[in-house]
C-alpha cells in the first residue's frame, strides 16, 4: 500500500534538506503507483501529482522533520484537498420539506442509505422525515425501504398500486406538506448499467421534487468503474453531493478520489456497515490518512513538531551512551518530553528496546510518573546535576516539598542509578539502532 511505498521514500529522502524537484522524482512515481494501486482514476491521479509537485517542491524541510516525513505531509493535505478539503455538511435549507433525491446504479445502496440517512437526520438533526419509493420496478425493493421505515421509526409515503414515480413524488411531497415532515428522502430504482430510460425518468423526477440535495450514490468496491457511473449521473443530473458505500468493504478508497474529481461535488456521507448506523458524515482528513494507510506516520510527523528537537534528543542519546553526565535534569527533562507526546503507554511504544525496557522494569504508569516527576521536580538543579549529594536531610527536604515520602525518594534515586548503570551497558549495536530509532 502507500505507506509501504512512502516508507521507501523516506529513506531515499533523509538527509536531504529541501525538497527539489529530483529528490521528489522518486518519491512521486511511488506514489502514483500506489494510487494505481488503489483503483484511482487515472486523470484523478495525474492533478494530484501534479498538484503534490508544485507543492512540495521547494518546501522547506521543518527542522525537526525529515524531508520524508515533510513530503508526506503535502501528500496529506493534497489528498484532502482533492477530497474536498474540509467536512461537507448536508444541506436543509429550504422551506420544509427539503427533499433529497437519491440516484445511483442498482446495488449502490441507495435503499439502505435512504433509511440510514433518515436515522441520522432524526437522530442528530432531531428532522420528521418521510420515506419514499419510486423504485416501482421491483416490488420487493419498496418493501425494503417499508420495512427500512419500521426499524427507523421514519414515516412511509404509502403507495398505490399501479402508480407511476412521478406520481408517486407528486402524491407523497402533498403528504409531507399535510403532515409536516422536515424531510423528504426519495428512493429511486436503479439499472445495472447506466441507460437510457433510467436517466431520463430519474431527471424528470428531479425537474418534479426540485430537491435541495441531489445525491449521488456509489459503492466505493466499484473502483475506477465507480468514475463511468459518476460522470454520466453528473451529465443529466445537477449533483449536489455524493454517498460513498461500502467503504467497510475496500480499504483502498480510491473511488473517493476519483468521484470527487470527476463529479466535482463534496463526498457527503460514508457508507461504513450494513447496519443502519452504519453510515457517518465523510472527513475528508480521516480518508486521507486512511488511503495513506498511516495513521502512525502521521502521528510522527505531529510528534517531531511537539517534542524537543533534533539535536537536543542526540545530545540526551550521547550522554545516555556512555552514562556519563546523564543525570536527573536529563532525567526531568525526558519526563516532560514524554508528556508532550501522549504519556507513558504511547512513549513505550517508540522507544527504542533497551529504554523500554529499563522503563518497564522501573514499573512505571502514569500515577508514578507524575509523583516522580514531582519529586524531580522538588530538587534544586544542582541535586539533579549530582544526585549522590542528596543525603538524609535533602531527601527530607525533597520529599516533604513532593509530598512523598522519604522511601519514595529513596526509591526513586536507585532506579536512576539502575537506568544510569544500564545505559552504560548499552553496547554500541544497540546504540545505532537507538540513534536510527530517534532519527526515525
Ligand atoms: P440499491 O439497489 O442502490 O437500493 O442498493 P441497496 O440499498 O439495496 O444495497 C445493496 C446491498 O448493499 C445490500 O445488501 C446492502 O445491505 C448493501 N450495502 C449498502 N450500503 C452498505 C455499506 O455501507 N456497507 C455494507 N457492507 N453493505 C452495504
Ligand atoms: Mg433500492
New binding site residues.
Given amino acids: 500500500n502507500l505507506t509501504e511505498r512512502l516508507s521507501g521514500v523516506i529513506k531515499t529522502l533523509r538527509g536531504e534538506a529541501r525538497l527539489t524537484e529530483s529528490n521528489i522524482q522518486e518519491a512521486l512515481r511511488e506514489v502514483r503507483i500506489a494510487l494505481i494501486e488503489a483503483d484511482v482514476a487515472l486523470p484523478a491521479i495525474k492533478v494530484f501529482i501534479e498538484q503534490v509537485k508544485q507543492r512540495a517542491i521547494g518546501h522547506e524541510v521543518l527542522g525537526k522533520l525529515s524531508p520524508g516525513q515533510a513530503f508526506i505531509g503535502v501528500v496529506h493535505e493534497e489528498l484532502m484537498a482533492i477530497m474536498g478539503g474540509d467536512k461537507a455538511d448536508i444541506n436543509l435549507n429550504v422551506a420544509p420539506p427539503a427533499v433529497i433525491l437519491m440516484a ?10 435512504s433509511g440510514k440517512l433518515a436515522k441520522w437526520l432524526m437522530e442528530q438533526k432531531k428532522k420528521k422525515v418521510l420515506l419514499v419509493s419510486c423504485d416501482i420496478y421491483r416490488p420487493a ?1 419498496i418493501e ?1 425501504l417499508a420495512l427500512l421505515a419500521e426499524q427507523t421509526g421514519a414515516d412511509f409515503f404509502p403507495v398505490k398500486t399501479g402508480q407511476q414515480p412521478a406520481e408517486i413524488s407528486t402524491a407523497a411531497l402533498d403528504f409531507a406538506r399535510k403532515h409536516h415532515h422536515d424531510v423528504v428522502i426519495v ?1 429511486t430504482a ?1 439499472r445495472l448499467g447506466i441507460d437510457e430510460a433510467m436517466m431520463q425518468e430519474i431527471s424528470q423526477l428531479e425537474q418534479l421534487l426540485n430537491p435541495v440535495e441531489t445525491l449521488f ?1 456509489v459503492d466505493a468496491m466499484q473502483g475506477q468503474d465507480a468514475v463511468n457511473t459518476a460522470r454520466a449521473f453528473a451529465e443529466v443530473l445537477p449533483l449536489t453531493g455524493v454517498i460513498l ?5 475496500d480499504a483502498r478508497g480510491g473511488a473517493a478520489l476519483s468521484v470527487r474529481h470527476i463529479t466535482g461535488k463534496p463526498i457527503k456521507f460514508a ?4 447496519k443502519l448506523t ?1 453510515l457517518e458524515p465523510f472527513y475528508p482528513d480521516r480518508m486521507a490518512s486512511r488511503i495513506l494507510g498511516m495513521g502512525d506516520v502521521l502521528g510522527l510527523i505531529e510528534e517531531a513538531q511537539r517534542t524537543t528537537d533534533q539535536q537536543e534528543a542526540e545530545r540526551l542519546m550521547k550522554k545516555m551512551k556512555s552514562g556519563k553526565g546523564f543525570d536527573l535534569n536529563d532525567f526531568q527533562q525526558q519526563f516532560q518530553q514524554m508528556k508532550k507526546m501522549g504519556g507513558m503507554s504511547a512513549m513505550l511504544d517508540k522507544l527504542p528496546h533497551q529504554l523500554s525496557q529499563a522503563a518497564q522494569n522501573m514499573n512505571v504508569d502514569e500515577k508514578v510518573i507524575n509523583r516522580t516527576e514531582g519529586i524531580i521536580n522538588s530538587m534544586t538543579p544542582q541535586e539533579r546535576a549530582k544526585p549522590e549529594i542528596i543525603k538524609a536531610s535533602r531527601k527530607r527536604r525533597i520529599a516533604a516539598g513532593s509530598g512523598a515520602s522519604v522511601q519514595e525518594v529513596n526509591r526513586l534515586l536507585t532506579q536512576f542509578e539502575q537506568a544510569r548503570k544500564m545505559m552504560k551497558m548499552m553496547n554500541k549495536g544497540g546504540m545505532a539502532k537507538m540513534m536510527r530509532a530517534v532519527k526515525g
Fill in positions: 445511483g446504479l442498482q446495488g449502490a445502496g441507495k435503499t439502505t442509505s425493493a425494503q428512493d436503479g450514490v458505500t461500502k467503504l467497510d468493504g457508507g461504513v456497515a450494513e452504519g
